[in-house]
């Protein structure tokens, strides 16, 4: 069939900026940041394939959606395509005039639809941290950059050789591996789109490499390497390069290379020798902005700076008593007295987030350096990722490397009971870790102290998995949560570093929502965190009601900065969500009923599913809500192989069809689907997984898995994560539990909340002797085969007899399944030792009582072991 189509899709393309660029090109771009953005455009750019023929009439359609599925705006295109144009581009935008008033932070898409089908489409990402600058980067600060040779595949980490120089005859790719701090750690993720482009020494660009990456709270370090080169060798110019890295728009560092007759070995400071447009304090390493010692800073500074932290009274005291004590020591040693005990500097740090651990920890390193226990007071920040290497043999080799740049300075090894999990699992290297770096605590010079931190109830548990932690680590320092009115001092702070003031009416009710979050707090409570969060929002709220004035312009510099009560009470106020108005898709609801009824058995199922479809087709008549009228999270009980996955994508597609559900996929996950290895991971994992089923069905194979260990078990986090996510998404998504019908009893006795939300039960029976048959004989029919009469006879004896002794883990369907797989490959053998000649199409399409020979073989074995084996035809 002749392709009649006038168009060939060539890209779809998002941009923020009107201005023009070489090529008729626009600065691309997919990252926005919200006080940055008027308008957002779309470019969308077509092949003529009637180019120098004849003109032709472009029906075209831009939408913008929210990832809630939300239309921002639809956008007629329409327009005639002149034969003169080879490449057709189309660009539309949606916005207001002035920037950081429409876009708000979240996740968009831009779609193109032709004719009314769709084309294309591109997502892009709007955040609310502010404007990158020469100055200011609140996103991630640059630790390495490194460059290595390699083939387009790219190199795995512990093959690569690091370079300066480069060998002209046999370079190929020559790849960045960028490494840098992850600083914000407010949002559940956010985007981070990075752009490298490689240039020679004039300035011209060879290539350019575009990167988009999703960074999650607990990424502590943002990690991507690109190559740009060719795989044939030799392609490389001797002559100065470099590569130049932008953010938001923002050159954020150049980092020099040189192709020249040989290969040069990088060494660490070159790792860290680019330069940058930041201004600001440097440190003795080209390119990084640090927070030094302050120069001629004395013990007495450093303490006061401790002094004037908010709250922390008990962690203050004991630093001050600690270091009476260590200047205690000193002056023995300075009379001559000898003390058999190393000075201890390394400490447990026991806290939930949002305490001041890490602050505490630069405070200490300051203190040491100036009692001249350290030699730098610098902090090294790691968790396990930056210390547990994914193959044997790499985790010592990367420890030491962690250990080996917090020299002189603190090692503080965040959430550190992630390195020694509760099962022992010989594939994990986290103990492997832990035993380099006691290792080091015992036979290391002294220039170094180890903090490690965590959750104060895994940090008990971490330190007493092994004794030699319990010895070297002896300094406990417990944080607790800041109280109300700690907070309110923090958030009036918060207030001050970004600008803005409450007045005393917002103060108060600040302080209120405070006491509120405060008695309600658990151990995931954020503290300082959740404190600069709500100033973050309420400073939002502000902008968004100031902008609401007739004339913005004529307010005073106080009306602009103060933070009203309103803008508090406008973060608590329940969300508000709009239900898309969705008819009934009579075709599809049609066809996933008549599936259902295709399948054997079940008949219980079938009738309370029919049911369901009455009602709601009944609540849609009477214009009721259906998410408020009835719960559609449901529990399937039975046996394996009784059809529950089967039926619950079926009912996916009967939810769709009805409306409720607006994309009725199925995503089907078990505990290690939810569950993570550490603390924190879970709830992580957990909300992963009910975003993908956003809009369709959550199916949790042997549901009960989640709470059967008891205990402090993470599987009770997966639960918690998903009844908040069922109730403060009510209707978005429908979650089915299914598993073994006591076991589920079980589960849904075991929270409360389960019982409450899963209202609906579906109970799925075994199949019997008849339906099983049915099943096998339907399996067959697919597989374009059929049994002869004798081994009819056989497989009902053979199913009789398997049905009688079934126990409550008989596998029902799936049973029937490798009976029939079974018999097609014991008839395909038959076969394969017949002659070709010799072969009828009757043989092809039969299933013997040959066949089913060895079943009915094993059954009998099995069930009288003492009886002579075989069975006779």
Same mark, same amino acid.
């Given at each position: 069939?002749?392709?009649?189509?006038?168009?060939?899709?060539? /890209?779809?393309?998002?941009?923020?900026?009107?201005?023009?660029?070489?090529?008729?090109?626009?600065?691309?771009?997919?990252?926005?940041?919200?006080?940055?953005?008027?308008?957002?455009?779309?470019?969308?750019?077509?092949?003529?394939?009637?180019?120098?023929?004849?003109?032709?009439?472009?029906?075209?359609?831009?939408?913008?959606?929210?990832?809630?599925?939300?239309?921002?705006?639809?956008?007629?295109?329409?327009?005639?395509?002149?034969?003169?144009?080879?490449?057709?581009?189309?660009?539309?935008?949606?916005?207001?005039?002035?920037?950081?008033?429409?876009?708000?932070?979240?996740?968009?898409?831009?779609?193109?639809?032709?004719?009314?089908?769709?084309?294309?489409?591109?997502?892009?990402? =709007?955040?609310?941290?502010?404007?990158?600058?020469?100055?200011?980067?609140?996103?991630?600060? $640059?630790?390495?950059?490194?460059?290595?040779?390699?083939?387009?595949?790219?190199?795995?980490?512990?093959?690569? &050789?690091?370079?300066?120089?480069?060998?002209?005859?046999?370079?190929?790719?020559?790849?960045?591996?960028?490494?840098?701090?992850?600083?914000?750690? /407010?949002?559940?993720?956010?985007?981070?789109?990075?752009?490298?482009?490689?240039?020679?020494?004039?300035?011209?660009?060879?290539?350019?490499? /575009? &990167?988009?990456?999703?960074?999650? %709270?607990?990424? #502590?370090?943002?990690?991507?390497?690109?190559?740009?080169?060719?795989?044939?060798?030799?392609?490389?110019?001797?002559?100065?390069?470099?590569?130049?890295?932008?953010?938001?728009?923002?050159?954020?560092?150049?980092?020099?290379?040189?192709?020249?007759?040989?290969?040069?070995?990088?060494?660490?400071?070159?790792?860290?020798?680019?330069?940058?447009?930041?201004?600001?304090?440097?440190?003795?390493?080209?390119?990084?902005?640090?927070?030094?010692?302050?120069?001629?800073?004395?013990?007495?500074?450093?303490?006061?700076?401790?002094?004037?932290?908010?709250?922390?009274?008990?962690?203050?005291?004991?630093?001050?008593?600690?270091?009476?004590?260590?200047?205690?020591?000193?002056?023995?040693?300075?009379?001559?007295?000898?003390?058999?005990?190393?000075?201890?500097?390394?400490?447990?740090?026991?806290?939930?987030?949002?305490?001041?651990?890490?602050?505490?920890?630069?405070?200490?390193?300051?203190?040491?350096?100036?009692?001249?226990?350290?030699?730098?007071?610098?902090?090294?920040?790691?968790?396990?990722?930056?210390? =547990?290497?994914?193959?044997?043999?790499?985790?010592?080799?990367?420890?030491?490397?962690?250990?080996?740049?917090?020299?002189?300075?603190?090692?503080?090894?965040?959430?550190?009971?992630?390195?020694?999990?509760?099962?022992?699992?010989?594939?994990?290297?986290?103990?492997?870790?832990?035993?380099?770096?006691?290792?080091?605590?015992?036979?290391?010079?002294?220039?170094?102290?180890?903090?490690?931190?965590?959750?104060? #109830?895994?940090?008990?548990?971490?330190?007493?998995?092994? %004794?030699?932690?319990?010895?070297?680590?002896?300094?406990?320092?417990?944080? @607790?949560?800041?109280?109300?009115?700690?907070?309110?001092?923090?958030?009036?702070?918060?207030?001050?570093?970004?600008?803005?003031?409450?007045?005393?009416?917002?103060?108060?009710?600040?302080?209120?929502?405070?006491?509120?979050?405060?008695?309600?707090?658990?151990?995931?409570?954020?503290?300082?965190?959740?404190?600069?969060? $709500?100033?973050?929002?309420?400073?939002?709220?502000?902008?968004?009601?100031?902008?609401?004035?007739?004339? @913005?312009?004529?307010?005073?510099?106080?009306?602009?900065?103060?933070?009203?009560?309103?803008?508090?009470?406008?973060?608590?106020?329940?969300?508000?969500?709009?239900?898309?108005?969705?008819?009934?898709?009579?075709?599809?609801?049609?066809?996933?009923?008549?599936?259902?009824?295709?399948?054997?058995?079940?008949?219980?199922?079938?009738?309370?599913?029919?049911?369901?479809?009455?009602?709601?087709?009944?609540?849609?008549?009477?214009?009721?809500?259906?998410?408020?009228?009835?719960?559609?999270?449901?529990?399937?009980?039975?046996?394996?192989?009784?059809?529950?996955?089967?039926?619950?994508?079926?009912?996916?597609?009967?939810?769709?069809?009805?409306?409720?559900?607006?994309?009725?996929?199925?995503?089907?996950?078990?505990?290690?689907?939810?569950?993570?290895?550490?603390?924190?991971?879970?709830?992580? &994992?957990?909300? #992963?997984?009910?975003?993908?089923?956003?809009?369709?069905?959550?199916? $949790?194979?042997?549901?009960?898995?989640?709470?059967?260990?008891?205990?402090?078990?993470?599987?009770?986090?997966?639960?918690?994560?998903?009844?908040?996510?069922?109730?403060?998404?009510?209707?978005?998504?429908?979650?089915?539990?299914?598993?073994?019908?006591?076991?589920?009893?079980?589960?849904?006795?075991?929270?409360?909340?389960?019982?409450?939300?899963?209202?609906?039960?579906?109970?799925?029976?075994?199949?019997?002797?008849?339906?099983?048959?049915?099943?096998?004989?339907?399996?067959?029919?697919?597989?374009?085969?059929?049994?002869?009469?004798?081994?009819?006879?056989?497989?009902?004896?053979?199913?009789?007899?398997?049905?009688?002794?079934?126990?409550?883990?008989?596998?029902?369907?799936?049973?029937?399944?490798?009976?029939?797989?079974?018999?097609?490959?014991?008839?395909?053998?038959?076969?394969?030792?017949?002659?070709?000649?010799?072969?009828?199409?009757?043989?092809?399409? =039969?299933?013997?009582?040959?066949?089913?020979?060895?079943?009915?073989?094993?059954?009998?074995?099995?069930?009288? %072991?003492?009886?002579?084996?075989?069975?006779?035809?």
């Amino acid at each position: 069939m002749t392709d009649t189509l006038p168009y060939k899709f060539k /890209d779809i393309k998002v941009f923020g900026s009107t201005e023009w660029l070489a090529n008729n090109e626009k600065n691309y771009r997919l990252v926005f940041d919200e006080t940055e953005v008027s308008y957002i455009y779309c470019e969308i750019s077509l092949f003529n394939k009637l180019f120098d023929e004849e003109d032709w009439d472009l029906n075209l359609e831009l939408k913008c959606y929210t990832s809630e599925n939300k239309e921002i705006c639809s956008l007629n295109c329409n327009r005639k395509v002149h034969k003169e144009d080879n490449v057709v581009f189309v660009r539309e935008g949606w916005g207001v005039k002035d920037t950081g008033i429409y876009w708000k932070r979240g996740s968009y898409r831009w779609e193109a639809h032709i004719d009314g089908k769709f084309i294309a489409e591109r997502h892009f990402y =709007v955040e609310k941290s502010g404007i990158v600058s020469e100055t200011f980067n609140p996103y991630f600060k $640059i630790d390495t950059l490194k460059l290595y040779e390699g083939a387009d595949s790219n190199v795995k980490p512990k093959d690569r &050789k690091y370079y300066k120089n480069f060998h002209n005859n046999d370079s190929r790719y020559i790849w960045v591996e960028f490494t840098a701090d992850n600083l914000l750690k /407010d949002f559940e993720y956010w985007a981070c789109e990075l752009k490298f482009n490689f240039k020679t020494h004039t300035g011209q660009l060879i290539g350019r490499i /575009d &990167k988009l990456l999703f960074v999650y %709270p607990q990424d #502590e370090k943002i990690v991507c390497t690109v190559g740009w080169g060719s795989e044939a060798r030799g392609t490389w110019s001797m002559d100065d390069y470099y590569v130049d890295i932008l953010f938001m728009d923002q050159l954020v560092a150049v980092i020099p290379f040189k192709v020249t007759y040989d290969y040069e070995e990088a060494t660490e400071d070159d790792f860290r020798n680019f330069s940058t447009s930041y201004k600001g304090i440097k440190s003795d390493i080209p390119g990084i902005i640090t927070d030094p010692i302050k120069v001629n800073e004395s013990l007495e500074d450093v303490l006061a700076e401790l002094k004037g932290l908010i709250g922390l009274d008990a962690i203050k005291k004991k630093i001050a008593d600690y270091t009476d004590y260590l200047n205690f020591i000193k002056i023995r040693k300075q009379k001559g007295l000898t003390d058999s005990d190393r000075i201890a500097l390394h400490a447990v740090f026991k806290g939930n987030p949002g305490t001041g651990k890490t602050t505490v920890a630069r405070m200490l390193g300051k203190i040491y350096k100036q009692m001249g226990l350290l030699s730098k007071g610098h902090v090294h920040e790691v968790d396990r990722g930056d210390l =547990v290497a994914e193959y044997i043999g790499q985790t010592a080799p990367k420890t030491k490397e962690a250990i080996k740049k917090a020299k002189g300075g603190i090692l503080f090894i965040d959430e550190a009971y992630s390195l020694a999990r509760k099962d022992d699992d010989s594939k994990d290297f986290g103990r492997e870790a832990i035993e380099v770096i006691l290792k080091e605590m015992s036979d290391g010079t002294g220039d170094l102290a180890v903090i490690v931190a965590g959750y104060p #109830e895994q940090m008990e548990t971490f330190i007493n998995s092994n %004794p030699g932690l319990k010895s070297r680590f002896n300094i406990i320092f417990d944080f @607790p949560d800041y109280m109300p009115q700690d907070l309110i001092q923090i958030a009036e702070y918060s207030a001050e570093k970004k600008g803005v003031i409450l007045n005393k009416e917002a103060t108060q009710t600040l302080y209120n929502k405070l006491v509120e979050e405060y008695r309600g707090r658990n151990k995931t409570f954020g503290n300082a965190r959740l404190v600069n969060s $709500i100033i973050d929002e309420a400073k939002m709220n502000l902008g968004l009601r100031i902008m609401k004035e007739k004339d @913005p312009q004529l307010l005073t510099n106080i009306e602009l900065s103060t933070i009203e009560p309103v803008d508090i009470d406008k973060i608590y106020l329940p969300k508000v969500r709009y239900n898309a108005d969705i008819p009934i898709d009579e075709e599809l609801l049609r066809d996933s009923l008549n599936k259902l009824k295709a399948m054997i058995g079940l008949g219980n199922i079938k009738q309370e599913i029919d049911e369901l479809v009455k009602l709601v087709r009944f609540y849609i008549e009477t214009g009721k809500d259906i998410r408020k009228t009835f719960s559609l999270h449901s529990v399937f009980t039975g046996n394996p192989g009784t059809g529950k996955t089967t039926v619950a994508r079926i009912l996916a597609q009967i939810y769709k069809a009805l409306g409720i559900l607006e994309r009725g996929h199925l995503v089907e996950v078990d505990r290690q689907g939810l569950v993570g290895a550490y603390l924190g991971q879970t709830a992580i &994992k957990t909300s #992963e997984a009910i975003d993908h089923a956003m809009g369709g069905v959550l199916f $949790i194979d042997e549901a009960y898995a989640l709470t059967a260990t008891g205990g402090n078990d993470y599987g009770k986090e997966a639960v918690e994560t998903l009844l908040k996510r069922m109730e403060d998404q009510r209707g978005e998504f429908v979650v089915i539990a299914a598993g073994y019908t006591s076991p589920m009893q079980v589960f849904l006795e075991s929270n409360p909340g389960l019982k409450s939300r899963f209202d609906r039960i579906f109970h799925f029976n075994d199949y019997d002797v008849k339906e099983m048959i049915d099943i096998a004989e339907l399996l067959f029919k697919e597989n374009n085969v059929h049994l002869e009469k004798k081994a009819k006879v056989f497989l009902m004896e053979y199913m009789t007899k398997m049905y009688q002794n079934k126990d409550k883990y008989f596998g029902n369907g799936r049973e029937a399944r490798k009976i029939v797989e079974r018999a097609i490959k014991n008839q395909h053998l038959r076969l394969a030792q017949t002659p070709q000649d010799q072969r009828t199409q009757k043989m092809i399409d =039969v299933i013997t009582a040959k066949d089913l020979e060895d079943l009915i073989a094993e059954q009998n074995q099995s069930s009288n %072991p003492s009886s002579s084996i075989g069975f006779k035809i």
